[in-house]
């Protein structure tokens, strides 16, 4: 959004110009596990829907108890049920991979936002796709506590972001497979609380 300050008659006024879109057609992984009802209920994929960079949605259904069938032409229902047992959260990387687009928009089930907030994010990624552009960043500070993950939230440049709401190349996902062996020991055996994968 590209804002402009006038003046008229010795009262500023700032207006906001929406930069234009550009063409790429963006996939969402979007992982159903214990929120159906928000899925469902709230705006979040009525704003994907409805959005013309949007034309696919992989709604990954990891949870047999929350498992159900979403009827949208851009959405495809997945059973990533026996994923989920075998990889956890790294499943939406997995599922990525698959993307018919090149640029993926990874989201929590729980995610709330407005065309515009997402016009924004899709915009400034575009400025440079060869990076993971988020809302929420994360700094790394080598020997915090938990692994140096900090949870105070950055913002412009940060070393982590998170997945919760995120755009990012579909080839980045793969390279999530090529580098897991790395931490799997730190991040994985020796800190297992939580669900496989998570942070």
């Known amino acids: ?25 963006i996939s969402v992984v979007l992982m159903n596990f214990s929120r159906p009802r928000m899925i469902r209920e709230s705006s979040m994929m009525r704003t994907l829907l409805l959005h013309p960079n949007i034309d696919e949605v992989l709604l990954l259904h990891a949870n047999q108890e929350n498992a159900f069938e979403f009827v949208h032409p851009k ?46 994010l899709i915009t400034e990624y575009s400025r440079n796709p060869k990076r993971i552009v988020g809302k929420f960043g994360r700094k790394f500070t080598p ?24 755009l990012m190349e579909r080839n980045t996902c793969s390279a999530f497979f090529k580098y897991a062996v790395v931490v799997w ?15």
């Not at 008229?8 to 006024?13: A, E, L, M, N, Q």
């Not at 020991?185 to 942070?199: E, M, Y």
């Open 185 to 199: 020991n730190d991040v994985v055996l020796k800190n297992s609380a939580g669900p496989l994968w998570n942070g």
């Open 75 to 120: 959405v495809k229902n997945i059973n990533a049920i026996q994923h989920n047992r075998e990889m956890g959260l790294s499943l939406r990387f997995f599922f990525c991979q698959i993307a018919r687009n090149e640029w993926v928009l990874h989201l929590d089930d729980d995610m709330e936002f407005a065309k515009e907030a997402l016009n924004e």
């Open 1 to 25: 959004v590209l804002s402009v300050i006038s003046t008229i008659r010795g009262t500023s006024t700032t207006h906001s110009i929406p930069l234009p879109l550009p063409k790429n057609k």
């Open 143 to 166: 020997g915090n506590s938990y692994n140096g993950y900090s949870s105070s939230n950055t913002h412009k440049h940060s070393e982590v972001v998170l997945t919760k709401y995120m």
